[in-house]
């Protein structure tokens, strides 16, 4: 089974929309998700020889940016959206 892969026209459509000055964010890893920045574009081949581009993060210590806000990795499918347990009434000092 093969899965449509992105192409460089899909995603400048996509980020046609966006604001120019917004940075960009690299989303990784859907069982432990991050956010990390982006910092690298290149071109080369595949291992068939098609044209492909890269997109790759920094090298430097703070290119992870820490854990993918919750609403983004519900957006993007990876986790259920999760609502807070409900409150129980707290007990007194005096255990009653």
Excluded at 6 to 17: A, H, I, Q
Excluded at 34 to 55: E, F, K, N
Excluded at 72 to 80: N, Y
């Amino acid at each position: 089974m093969t899965f449509p892969e992105m192409t460089v026209g899909d995603l400048v459509d996509l980020l046609s929309g966006c604001d120019r000055d917004v940075p960009v964010r690299l989303a990784m890893n859907p069982f432990f998700p991050m956010a990390h920045r982006l910092a690298q574009i290149t071109q080369s081949v595949d291992q068939t020889g098609r044209p492909v581009v890269y997109l790759a993060e920094g090298r430097d210590e703070n290119t992870q940016l820490g854990h993918l806000p919750p609403e983004v990795a519900v957006a993007l499918a990876w986790q259920e959206p999760v609502q807070a347990p409900p409150r129980r009434p707290r007990r007194s000092a005096g255990g009653k």
